[in-house]
Nanobody
Framework: QVQLVESGGGLVQAGDSLRLSCAAS????????TGWFRQAPGKEREFVAS??????????DYVDSVKGRFTISSANAKNTVYLQMNSLKPEDTAVYYC???????????????????WGQGTQVTVSS
């Protein structure tokens, strides 16, 4: 079993940047595909980004609203997956969660039901 801890959230102004971290313990993250999701008050949890490992290649995917602004990456040596968020907007305000599913999973990484383990979330607030 793997434990996930997100960090790096905070209160920033529109246009600022943040880097979220998803640190894993118990198992190595290279054994998993990882996703970032977010949930704003009163809204459903939505997909933000994912990284899928296939051999030496990593495939990334983003929701359209963050393409060109957010970047997901992994640092195997640190057993951590990052979400670099640039040009933040007030509509990016949410609790951000990371989640993982086994590396052999070939299904849809955009749905919450695909994931086995979740972190507790980190709050991101973007003021206008």
């Amino acid at each position: 079993q793997v434990q996930l801890v997100e960090s790096g959230g905070g209160l920033v102004q529109a246009g600022d940047s943040l880097r979220l971290s998803c640190a894993a313990s118990g198992r190595t993250l290279s054994s998993y595909n990882t996703g970032w999701f977010r949930q704003a008050p009163g809204k459903e949890r939505e997909f933000v980004a994912s990284i899928r490992s296939s051999g030496t290649t990593a495939y990334v995917d983003y929701v359209d609203s963050v393409k060109g602004r957010f970047t997901i990456s992994s640092a195997n040596a640190k057993n951590t997956v990052y979400l670099q968020m640039n040009s933040l907007k007030p509509e990016d305000t949410a609790v951000y969660y990371c989640a993982v599913v086994g590396r052999l999973f070939t299904g849809n990484l955009r749905t919450t039901s695909s994931y086995q383990y979740w972190g507790q979330g980190t709050q991101v607030t973007v003021s206008s």
